[in-house]
């Protein structure tokens, strides 16, 4: 097998689906603990957390992208992940998990376009591809998107 054919990923269940990201990205997986609130931030925005000293905002794919409220938003990981941008106040943010991340070998046919996504969800923020990985729907996130969002709220922090 060429190595080059294949991109170590972690496939990471939030509450309501399942999203994919490279592992490149992910700093570490830590246990669910409770985040302090982040006045006026965006309802997927979870809160902030004290990591590393460092004030790191917390948020739900499964509240941005799957519509799932608040109070069913169960979480027992927080994936810690790298920013993308250059911002030094926003180096990382952690992504609400459902389980412990699962590590593949993703290889290029393993991944198809999701042809089953309705027009209502083909715009929603915070996703650069819907996709399909091993029959299952998966989201491949927008990091960019939402490192936007972040990055305002971790200033007034």
């Not at 190595?3 to 700093?27: D, E, K």
Request: net charge negative.
């Amino acid at each position: 097998m060429d190595a080059s054919a294949s991109l170590r990923c972690l496939l990471i269940s939030v509450q309501g689906g399942q999203a994919i990201l490279p592992n490149s990205v992910i700093v570490e997986v830590l246990p669910f603990a409770t985040p302090l609130k982040i006045e006026s931030a965006p309802h997927w925005v979870v809160g902030a957390m004290l990591w590393r000293n460092l004030t790191t905002p917390l948020i739900s794919l499964g509240r941005l992208i799957f519509r799932v409220a608040a109070e069913a938003d169960l979480n027992s990981r927080i994936i810690i992940v790298n920013s993308l941008g250059a911002d030094a106040r926003l180096p990382h943010f952690g992504i609400l998990g459902t389980s412990a991340p699962r590590p593949i070998n993703l290889q290029r046919e393993d991944l198809k376009s999701n042809q089953e996504i309705g027009d209502d969800d083909l715009g929603l923020p915070g996703i650069l591809s819907w996709a399909r990985y091993q029959e299952q729907p998966v989201i491949i996130p927008d990091l960019e998107a939402i490192e936007a969002v972040l990055q305002p709220l971790v200033r007034r922090t």
